[in-house]
């Protein structure tokens, strides 16, 4: 008897553990960025229309005679800065899985010093614009701040999710064993920055082809 439960021991010892299977595919998490992203799309796709259908249905000169033209040194610099940023978001996405604690924290870091250059770039951008063009004063006006505005807004939420990220990746929540929320957060940052090409191309470039 003693001699079957010894075989029988060892037998359980060889028996191969089938590992945990890893799951296929995009996470749910992923899914819903995307879906956001989608959604937040149509709206600004929505503004921007707006935009021109507004401008060509004017009839005169755009900006309207009492509006000033956009600057453009400060949002130039800007909108060329969270663009560069996406370099720095792609090294994250691909240090994360890798394990590469220290890169992944550099590199989420000086990407949200480029989102943080953007913001104060616009909002200088926005004092500069003041008083010649308000939101309330003309449809010009209310389209320039609405759309730059979201934008903004949109900006802002991104640095809070890399603040998230930054934090988890020192705490070591967000690594090689878990690094989906650096490419979900990388996506949103990537929509970010196609955005403020729209939108430069659109509010600030466009008045001057007229």
Do not use: N
């Amino acid at each position: 008897m003693t001699t079957l439960d010894t075989r029988t021991e060892r037998a359980l010892h060889r028996t191969p553990v089938a590992a945990p299977e890893r799951p296929v595919g995009h996470t749910t998490g992923w899914w819903g960025m995307v879906l956001f992203i989608c959604t937040e799309a149509m709206t600004f796709a929505a503004f921007l229309a707006s935009y021109f259908y507004l401008r060509f249905d004017h009839g005169g000169p755009w900006p309207p005679a009492a509006d000033k033209p956009p600057h453009l040194f400060f949002p130039s610099i800007g909108t060329g800065v969270i663009v560069a940023s996406c370099v720095t978001m792609s090294m994250a996405v691909h240090a994360a899985p890798k394990g590469r604690r220290v890169l992944q924290w550099v590199t989420l870091l000086v990407t949200m010093l480029g989102g943080c250059v953007y913001v104060a770039f616009e909002c200088i951008d926005y004092t500069q614009e003041m008083p010649s063009t308000l939101a309330t004063k003309d449809a010009y006006g209310s389209l320039f701040y609405i759309i730059s505005g979201l934008h903004l807004v949109h900006v802002v939420l991104g640095l809070f999710m890399l603040i998230g990220l930054i934090v988890s990746t020192w705490l070591g929540r967000i690594g090689a064993k878990r690094p989906e929320p650096v490419a979900i957060v990388s996506l949103y940052w990537y929509f970010l920055a196609v955005l403020a090409v729209c939108i430069y191309g659109t509010v600030y470039i466009s008045p001057y082809l007229s």
